[in-house]
Nanobody, 115 residues
Framework: QVQLVESGGGLVQAGGSLRLSCAAS????????MGWYRQAPGNQRELVAS???????NYADFVKGRFTISRDYAKNTVYLQMNSLKPEDTAVYYC?????????WGQGTQVTVSS
C-alpha cells in the first residue's frame, strides 16, 4: 500500500529550479508534520526541510534562502520549491513525516544538478 509518492525530480543546470511534490494519503497528511529528506551517494539521509500541521517551517542551513516547503490540505500534497540549485544538491529526495516513520519511505525522486 503506497502512501507517499514523490515526483518532480530531474536534471537541471546549476542555478536552475525544480519543484518537488509529495502526494500523501489523507491519514498521514492530516495528522503529521511533514518533511523532505535527501540522500546523496555515500551519504546518510538528511532532513532538508519540514513543515508542521500549522504551517511552521524549518530548514537545514544548507538550503536556507533557496528552498521553500509548503503543504496543500485540499490536495494532501507537500511541495518543495528548490531555487538556485547547486551541484551539491544532487541526491534522491524523499518525503516522510517529521519525525520519520520507517514504514513510509517511498522510492524518492532523483534530482541531478549539473555544473
Amino acid at each position: 500500500q503506497v502512501q507517499l509518492v514523490e515526483s518532480g525530480g530531474g536534471l537541471v543546470q546549476a542555478g536552475g529550479s525544480l519543484r518537488l511534490s509529495c502526494a500523501a494519503s489523507g491519514r498521514i497528511f492530516s495528522f503529521n508534520a511533514m518533511g523532505w529528506y535527501r540522500q546523496a551517494p555515500g551519504n546518510q539521509r538528511e532532513l532538508v526541510a519540514s513543515i508542521t500541521r500549522g504551517g511552521r517551517t524549518n530548514y537545514a542551513d544548507f538550503v536556507k534562502g533557496r528552498f521553500t516547503i509548503s503543504r496543500d490540505y485540499a490536495k494532501n500534497t507537500v511541495y518543495l520549491q528548490m531555487n538556485s540549485l547547486k551541484p551539491e544538491d544532487t541526491a534522491v529526495y524523499y518525503c516522510n513525516t517529521d519525525p520519520v516513520s520507517f514504514a513510509y519511505w517511498g522510492q524518492g525522486t532523483q534530482v541531478t544538478v549539473s555544473s
